[in-house]
C-alpha cells in the first residue's frame, strides 16, 4: 500500500481543515474474504464516505466538501512555516494557503452508535443508506469474524435487535436483478436464520468470480449455520481468480464516493 500526501478538504459546518489519508495504491495479499463482502486485508482498507469532522464533530459526506490540495510528501501539520508558503515548497497553490492549516487534523470515523444516529435520523439517498447499512452490517459482525479467526466456537453470537433490523433495512435496498446483491440478499436471509429463502435467491447461475461465494454461502445453508464466515477459496484457486477480475476486492464494496 503506498500512501500519499494529506489531502486537505474544508468541512462545510464550521469552515475548519481537515486531513484526508491519500491512498494512492492497495493490494489484497493475504486478505480475506467474508461471507458479508468485508474484505479484511491491511493493505486495502475500506474508504469512509462518511467522516466526522476534528473540530465541529459534524458528520460530513467526504466527497462533497470542498477540496483545497495536498501537502508535500514529507509536510506534517506542525511544521508550516509561512516562509515556506512564499517559497512555494507546498503542492497547495500558496495563494490558497490559510493559517489555519495549521490546525488541520485527521478526520475522525464515525463509530457504529453515530453511523446508527445518522441512519436512525433518515432523509438519505438510497445509495447512501446502503452504504451506511452494509458499513454497521460489517462492523456489528466484526467480533465474530475476530472469534472465528481466533478458533473460537463463541463467535456464534445471535444478531442483536438492533442488528436484525439494520440487515432486513438493508435487503429493501437491494437490487435482486444483480448477482453480487442477490448474493448479499441469499446472506442476509441466512444470518436471519431464514435459509429456505437464502437458498432460493442462490439459484440459477452466477459468474465465475462469484462461484466460490456462492458455493460458501449454500455449504452453510445445508448446515443451517447463519454465523458470518470466511469465503472458502481452493488451494491453488485464487491467483487464477485474482487474474482473471481486477476488481475481486470489491465483490461487495459498495463505497462510492467520488474520486478528485
Ligand atoms: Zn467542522
Not at 493493505?43 to 469512509?48: A, F, K, Q, S, T
Not at 464516505?49 to 470542498?66: G, R, S
Not at 478458533?151 to 438493508?170: A, M, T
Request: proline fraction near 7%.
Amino acid at each position: 500500500m503506498r500512501i500519499g500526501p494529506p489531502l486537505i478538504r474544508r468541512c462545510s459546518a464550521c469552515q475548519g481543515f481537515f486531513e484526508e489519508t491519500n491512498i494512492q495504491s492497495t493490494n489484497t495479499f493475504g486478505a480475506c474474504l467474508w461471507t458479508d463482502g468485508r474484505l479484511m486485508a491491511s493493505m486495502c482498507p475500506v474508504g469512509d464516505w462518511l467522516v466526522k469532522c476534528p473540530h465541529c464533530e459534524a458528520f460530513l459526506w467526504i466527497d462533497e466538501q470542498e477540496y483545497l490540495g495536498e501537502f508535500p510528501d514529507d509536510f506534517y501539520p506542525d511544521d508550516i512555516d509561512p516562509d515556506d508558503i512564499e517559497n512555494g515548497n507546498f503542492i497547495l497553490d500558496p495563494d490558497d494557503f490559510d493559517p489555519e492549516l495549521k490546525n488541520a487534523e485527521h478526520y475522525e470515523t464515525p463509530s457504529t452508535d453515530e453511523i446508527f444516529s445518522v441512519l436512525e435520523k433518515g432523509e438519505l439517498p438510497e445509495n447512501k443508506e446502503r452504504h451506511l447499512r452494509v458499513r454497521v452490517w460489517w462492523s456489528e459482525n466484526n467480533e465474530r469474524r475476530y472469534m472465528f479467526a481466533d478458533g473460537f466456537d463463541d463467535h456464534e453470537i445471535p444478531l442483536s435487535d438492533r442488528e436484525s433490523g439494520n440487515i432486513k433495512r438493508l435487503f429493501g435496498l437491494l437490487d435482486h436483478s444483480g448477482e453480487e446483491d442477490r448474493i448479499m440478499m441469499a446472506e442476509i436471509k441466512r444470518e436471519l436464520g431464514e435459509f429456505e429463502a437464502a437458498k432460493e435467491l442462490l439459484e440459477g447461475p452466477f459468474p465465475r468470480r462469484l462461484t466460490f461465494a456462492v458455493s460458501t454461502i449454500k455449504d452453510l445453508i445445508d448446515k443451517q449455520d447463519p454465523f458470518v464466515a470466511p469465503i472458502i477459496v481452493p488451494p491453488g484457486a485464487e491467483r487464477e481468480w485474482n487474474d482473471e477480475d481486477e476488481d475481486v476486492e470489491v465483490i461487495y464494496d459498495v463505497f462510492v464516493g467520488d474520486e478528485d
